[in-house]
């Protein structure tokens, strides 16, 4: 595969679309240099979202664990001491976020895009997110008020975490009419070995 074009998978969340961040999310990863290839406004079912997030067959024990790993840090107990267990009741709490309002969809294509997306994205829980991310600036939420109310975590974004969790999501979401392969003007002073045509 080339890697330029390395493919990921984001959408804006029912939180995202109310809050009026759907042109600042886009800002951010535009200006990185990564390239939109595909882009869409939707309503999910319930039965979507779940195939959504079980397309990865460890995502239930790696988000687990990192629910609990969370708690933890904080000198906290986790809601239970099995992964599985904790995602379980995560996922019943996504399938209401996601269903509640319309989303918008993207594929986001070039080189490390995967990596890129989730660096300008931020860490899952708002509460420990790096400043300057978009869940770090326009989010407040933690694990522990979320699961106290017994919702999802409100992070504003879902992006892929692995380049072929991406693959598996995007041909969920999408099909390969909706995808769209151009060239970007700017692909030129990201990748091209010669700067030529510049100077008049
Ligand atoms: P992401 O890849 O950063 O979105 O994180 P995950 O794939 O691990 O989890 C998917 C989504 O589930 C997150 O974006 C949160 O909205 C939600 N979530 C994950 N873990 C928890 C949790 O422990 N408690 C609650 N309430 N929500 C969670
Ligand atoms: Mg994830």
Do not use: C
């Amino acid at each position: 595969m080339d890697i330029k074009k390395e493919r990921t998978l984001v959408v804006i969340k029912p939180d995202g679309v109310q809050r009026g961040l759907i042109g600042e999310v886009i800002r951010r990863y535009e200006r990185s240099g990564l390239k939109l290839v595909a882009t869409k406004m939707v309503i999910p079912t319930s039965d979507f979202v779940e195939k959504h997030y079980l397309v990865d067959p460890e995502w239930m024990t790696k988000t687990g664990n990192k629910t609990i790993e969370s708690y933890r840090k904080k000198g906290k107990n986790p809601p239970s001491e099995d992964p599985i267990e904790v995602t379980k009741i995560v996922l019943e709490n996504l399938k209401k976020y996601l269903v509640a309002g319309p989303v918008v969809a993207m594929v986001w294509q070039g080189v490390g895009a995967v990596g890129i997306i989730r660096k300008i994205t931020g860490s899952t829980e708002p509460l420990t997110s790096d400043v300057g991310t978009i869940r770090g600036d326009f989010t407040i939420d933690s694990y522990e008020l979320a699961d106290s109310d017994g919702r999802a975590v409100r992070n504003i974004l879902h992006a892929s975490g692995t380049a072929e969790e991406a693959e598996k999501e995007i041909s969920l979401w999408f099909s390969p009419e909706e995808i769209v392969d151009y060239r970007l003007i700017n692909e030129a002073m990201i990748y091209d070995v010669d700067l030529n045509g510049i100077m008049e």
